[in-house]
């Protein structure tokens, strides 16, 4: 999905370890999002900001914290990694209001 | 609240066939509603959108759906199905809260039978 990046695209933790997911984008929008999606229930907000240097939380945001340094970069940190949070992990972003979500392409999480 | 859902997390149809996926949805406030697929190991790919103009809205690939608010429903449709449409689909709409974040609903994997 062009304008929208994320890596790691594969990952495998050992519980209690931590790790940063990245995400950048070069479209210039305001928005950005972190879902993770899970069998069976679609995809949950995790974290999101409305602008550079604003972050809030969203549906599941325990055990996550985010980071918006700029306005192109968005990284999810996940401080002790639990098997719960095996996941795949989405960013999205957004322009106006009334304007799509654009996805990356994921990064698929496994915690064991 | 706003929620979502879709009737059906499996559907099967033959090439050629009529493509039907269900959504209805829940909300207080005019819905931006949208559809998504997903194809294995992909992100998810914008269909089409609905955001208070047309109620009938063409997407990609010959996919529309009609957004019907009599019934809080908007039904994903395709006339005939082709094998590269075998993928998850996802109905969401725009909440009102937490940055205009996307309610989805748990998907529909569709399966196409040659």
């Known amino acids: 999905n062009a304008g929208v990046t994320q890596t790691p695209k594969f990952q495998v933790l050992k519980t209690g370890q931590s790790m940063t997911l990245q995400c950048a984008q070069d479209?210039?929008?305001?928005?950005m999002y972190w879902y993770r999606q899970d069998p069976g229930m679609g995809l949950r907000l995790i974290y999101y900001s409305a602008s550079e240097g604003t972050t809030d939380k969203g549906e599941v945001p325990n055990g996550y914290n985010v980071s918006r340094l700029n306005k192109r970069e968005f990284s999810l940190r996940l401080e002790s990694a639990a098997p719960s949070q095996t996941s795949v992990y989405f960013c999205?972003?957004?322009?106006?209001?009334?304007?799509?979500?654009?996805f990356g392409d994921g990064t698929r999480l496994s915690i064991l | 609240a706003q929620s979502v859902t879709q009737l059906g997390s499996h559907v099967s149809v033959s090439e050629g066939a009529l493509v039907l996926l269900r959504c209805n949805y829940s909300s207080s406030v005019p819905p931006y509603l949208f559809w998504y697929v997903q194809y294995p190991n992909q992100g998810l790919q914008l269909l089409l959108k609905y955001t208070s103009a047309a109620t009938l809205v063409k997407g990609i690939n010959g996919f529309e759906a009609e957004f019907k608010k009599s019934e809080t429903s908007f039904h994903l449709t395709k006339p005939s199905a082709h094998m590269s449409d075998a993928a998850e689909y996802f109905c969401a709409v725009r909440g009102y809260n937490q940055g205009g974040k996307l309610i989805f609903g748990q998907g529909t994997e569709l399966s196409v039978k040659p």
């Open positions: 479209m210039n929008h305001n928005s």
């Open positions: 999205a972003i957004r322009d106006l209001s009334n304007q799509p979500q654009h």
